[in-house]
């Protein structure tokens, strides 16, 4: 058994076998014939905290330590066992590891390089569940516990307070957080850094580094997210986007040998991983969360050797003969034989502060069976004044007690079909709300009370409803292609039989066969998931799209 430090021993919300496994007697042997057996000292630090590409320890005889530097001090964290192994997952990435490793006792480990672990864990399905549960388990625990080499001190008001937050927990990057507004103590931290009032949130990095306000990029830049990827290398696939189905197709093209780039403006796990619970993905009757779907998804992508840079997203698609060069913010392009584009779209979003607390619980984006479920019986709202609304309205009629359609034009004919406007008529349950929008939403866990405002009568009312469905488009990331591939009339792009001859022709489309099922108007550019013209705007679709995709990046690669 790991003797786990305090605070970690009183507080793991995971089993500590499962956190701090012990290997059996082969398992050893196995892990031994990749790496190579040492002495250590005691006092020796094995690894030190911020080291890249750092290697993997299983202890065989003695004991190693893991501390948290803080300063002259340390804070303790882990104590290993004969037995066990070093290692979360930032090993896997080849970024700075976030703590100190040293042997506490003379002993003997086995020690392995990053390479040869990645291939111990594509290579052994055994020990591969092992580390790959262990590391993310250890990850979870130091995000749970702000174990890490930052601290943010913000102010709940800074709307830069929360875009750090959220991208550092979305990245799984651990930090401490200290509330301005509540805590007085820290002006004296402020005024040793010589911080004004104005540069909050302030970011302290890697115990010394401090940024003010810092954009995204300069985090990723300072915390190292990019320090291990080889940028100048011609890879077989380039993905454009980091949401499910650009991880789908980085973990299956990585899986099958292909030499995989990845590149994501914010974090991975794109719109999925802003939602609470997602009920409706195969595998996971209880939901899982979009950033636990997401991190896994990462994992498993990393585990098959794909490279994911943050903060680099795509600006340019350039055709260069056989090979595409991709521009990025801040770098030189990257070069690829293939790509898919996998940049998703952005709903069109209430103005609402407080929007996000009810999205997933309250507030929906799509209007399908299971929604329909959620409301039978009740009053419903529908947002939008186009298509998608008005048949969202018609839908969520069959099962719910009353369906508030609201709009703010004075009336349907210029944005919905005929018929619709019709059917819309003809429903009881269905009520016409014009030149109206909501102006408040409230509720705890869930969304109670919606608040909305007819601008022509100008008066308030308060309704007690449970569900909105937002049906007021959705707008693809497509505007740094530049015209570059075909798009619909909606911008979303066109790939495969929806390629007419005039968009192949108008393209210069150079090859004898028609383009493959998800291939653009570019050869061997695909395009899936939600920015792909008529996709399903479906987590699931998207995973299946990203994966279907990579199977004709195989054959237009031996073209
Ligand atoms: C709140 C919410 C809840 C949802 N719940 C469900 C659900 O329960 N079930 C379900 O089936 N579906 C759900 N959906 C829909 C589902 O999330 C999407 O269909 C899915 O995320 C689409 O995946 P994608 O990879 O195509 O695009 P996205 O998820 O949009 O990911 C695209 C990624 O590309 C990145 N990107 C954009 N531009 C660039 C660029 N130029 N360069 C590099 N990267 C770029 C973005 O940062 C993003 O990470 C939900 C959506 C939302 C918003």
New binding site residues.
Partial sequence: MTDVYPPLKSTLSSGAALVFPTLKPAQIERVAAQGRVRQVRPGEVLIEAGEKNAPFFVIKTGQVEVVQPSGATEKPVALFLPGQFTGEISILFGRRILVRVRAKEAGEVIEIDREHLLKLVQTDSELSEIFMRAFILRRVELIAQEFGDVVVLGSGHSPGTLRIKEFLGRNGHPYSYIDLDSDAGTQDLLDHFHVAVNDVPVMICRGDVVLRNPTNEQIAECLGFNEAIDQTRLRDVVI???????LAAAVYAASEGLDVLV?????????????SK????LGFPAGIS?QELATRAYTQAQKFGAQLMITK???ALKRDRNQYAIEIDHGSPVQARSVII????Q?RKLPLENLSQF??SGVY??ATFVESQLCAGEEVIVVGGGNSAGQAAVFLAQNANRVHLIFRSDELANSMSRYLIRRLAEISAIVLRPRTEITALEGGDHLERVRWRDNQADTFETHDIRHVFVMTGAIP?TQ?LDGGVALDANGFIKTGPDLSPEDLTSAHWPLARPPHLLETSLPRVFA????RGGSM??????VGE?SIAVAFVHQVLHE
């Fill in positions: 454009v986007g980091a949401g499910p189905a650009g590149l994501e403006t914010n974090a991975p796990g794109g719109q999925a991983g802003s939602s997602i009920e409706n993905y979009g997203g795509a600006k996998a940049v998703g779209a709903y999205e997933g984006y799509a990331n740094w899936v998931g939600d920015v705007k479906r987590l699931a679709a998207a990203g």
